[in-house]
């Protein structure tokens, strides 16, 4: 079955410490890997994707996340995490290869929350 | 880059009435949207994919008499939650995706509150 893992429910970094959400799938065709983030009451802002190529893939806000398909992992890192970072994180799964109708299967998220 | 406009942001209904929500696409036509539904501090849940001139496609276990989905052009998808319940108070989010090689787009999200 297709799913996708987020391990750690609650994470808490001070700022400036370096920050790697983990993420798992699996998924029975090639992936497009996304993370996301979403503040509260609010919807969700694309991080960065990986679809080919090189699997270390740079996003915004200074995110990168490293894609593994020996581990079926898609982990998301940043060295120096930001007050403004605070927020709850999804990594979700998409199919590759098909239109651009095709659905994504979310993780459950991971709550980050930063110490001053 | 690519925008959705999802309207209301906050809506608040009696038991019993309909409340329709609009996901709107900018800048770029989309055939398809999607309607999520987030619990607190969950994750989102698909609920139906909202297909331009067809019926929409809906998730195992959602209510299509419920949840009515109308994606009448391409770039308006309206998501009618008939007699409301308070347990379908929510956090409701739409979503498409402008091409193959573009990330989802989400809407800002409606939180529907029925007392």
């Known amino acids: 079955a297709q799913s996708v893992t987020q ?5 808490t970094v001070s700022e400036g410490a370096s920050l790697e959400l983990r993420c798992n799938y699996s998924y029975g065709a090639t992936p497009y890997l996304f993370w996301y983030v979403q503040s509260p009451g609010q919807g969700l802002q694309l991080l960065l994707k990986y679809f080919s190529g090189d699997t ?3 996003g915004i ?9 020996s581990q079926s992992s898609f982990n998301l890192r940043k060295p120096s995490v930001h007050w403004s970072d605070a927020a709850e994180y999804f ?3 998409g199919a590759a290869g098909s239109s651009n109708t095709g659905k994504l299967i979310f993780g459950q998220g991971t709550t980050l929350q930063v110490k001053p | 880059g690519a925008v959705v406009s999802q309207h209301p942001s906050r809506v608040i209904c009696k038991s019993g009435t309909s409340v329709k929500i609009e996901c709107r696409s900018l800048d770029f036509q989309a055939t398809t949207m999607f309607w999520y ?10 609920m139906a994919t909202s297909n331009e001139g067809s019926k929409a496609t809906y998730e195992q276990g959602v209510e299509k008499d419920k949840f009515l989905i109308n994606h009448a052009s391409l770039t308006l998808s309206t998501l009618t939650v008939t007699s409301a319940h308070p347990e379908d108070s929510s956090f409701y989010i739409c979503s498409a995706r402008e091409g193959l090689l ?7 999200g409606t939180r529907l509150t029925v007392v």
């Open chain 2, 37 to 46: 539904r987030q619990f607190p501090k969950q994750s989102l849940m698909l």
């Open chain 1, 61 to 69: 806000k200074g995110f990168e996340a490293e894609f593994k398909r």
């Open chain 1, 7 to 11: 391990p750690d429910i609650h994470i």
């Open chain 2, 102 to 108: 573009y990330g989802y787009t989400f809407g800002s």
């Open chain 1, 56 to 58: 270390l893939v740079q």
């Open chain 1, 91 to 93: 990594c979700a799964v």
